[in-house]
């Protein structure tokens, strides 16, 4: 289909931007990569009046090391992704998960804070961002703030963001040297949506879990932080029980609907069998135990 009429604006500074999204509030649309907001536009689900296309925002771009904290700006896209040396170095999962994303097209245009902003629960990186205690930097008229991810995520395409606000950057806490990691993505297709998906981050200290976090995409209206799951294996060795009791807390915390993907019931069986999968992956790459 073709998208409604629209106005098009495309600012050349983050001012300049946040500027016309507070003017135009409901009406106005932030224009990253394109690959949530322009399929919506075209099947009238989103009809905005004016779109603010973000393209030629340089300084949202680009991944950093900033004191203990990754920066990634908010219009990295996802092959930046998997092409950062820091990144493969310091947080390997982001390379992973962004692997999992749709094509290598859509890999090139599509940008990382795109991804994690407009509340679809479909999107990879949101679940991934939560296991890493990730937090986004919001930007709008009166300044900028800083929110959790685990915070920021209210319901399906529902966020903390106002419309006048815009995602400036990502920054997260650099996990430890030998931190385990696992995403595990059960798909139709390659580059489809998942079916169900877990992410999990493991510290382990002699021989114990002493942390974990695991996360799940595309299993409720919202990413989910299951942190059932993580108390299941934090103090055990991560053996066969530990990962047993945490793949029932995932598939209990999940809430999938019944669509194309599947029944509800087949998702939530399947949340459990990625969440075994994804601890037993990122207990094989921890070092420390």
Request: glycine share 10%.
């Amino acid at each position: 289909m073709i998208p409604a009429n629209f106005d098009y604006h495309r600012p050349g500074s983050i001012d300049e931007a946040i500027a016309l999204l507070d003017r135009f509030g409901d009406d106005g649309k932030a224009l990253a990569g394109g690959h949530s907001l322009i399929p919506m536009m075209k099947l009238r689900l989103a009809q905005p009046a004016h779109l603010v296309d973000l393209q030629a925002l340089d300084d949202l771009r680009g991944i950093s090391q900033d004191g203990g904290d990754i920066r990634l700006g908010a219009l990295t896209t996802q092959d930046e992704v998997l092409g950062s040396d820091l990144l493969a170095t310091a947080c390997p999962i982001l390379a992973e998960a962004a692997a999992l994303i749709a094509d290598p097209q859509v890999r090139a245009c599509g940008t990382i804070g795109g991804n994690v902003a407009n509340g679809d629960p479909g999107n990879d990186m949101p679940a991934i961002m939560m296991a890493l205690g990730a937090s986004y930097v919001l930007k709008g008229p009166g300044g900028a703030r800083t929110v959790a991810a685990n915070g920021f995520y209210n319901g399906f395409y529902d966020t903390e963001m106002a419309d006048n606000e815009l995602l400036t950057e990502i920054r997260i806490p650099t996990p430890p040297a030998g931190h385990g990691y696992s995403y595990q993505k059960m798909k139709r297709k390659v580059g489809d949506y998942a079916t169900a998906a877990t992410a999990v981050i493991l510290v382990m200290e002699g021989g114990n879990c002493a942390r974990a976090t695991v996360t799940l995409t595309n299993l409720a209206d919202t990413p989910l932080n299951v942190e059932a799951a993580a108390q299941a294996l934090v103090g055990t060795a991560v053996d066969a029980g530990a990962i047993s009791a945490a793949a029932d807390a995932a598939m209990a915390a999940s809430d999938p609907a019944s669509d194309l993907r599947g029944p509800a019931d087949f998702r939530k069986h399947m949340a459990r069998v990625m969440t075994a999968r994804a601890i037993a992956e990122a207990r094989s790459r921890a070092k420390g135990g």
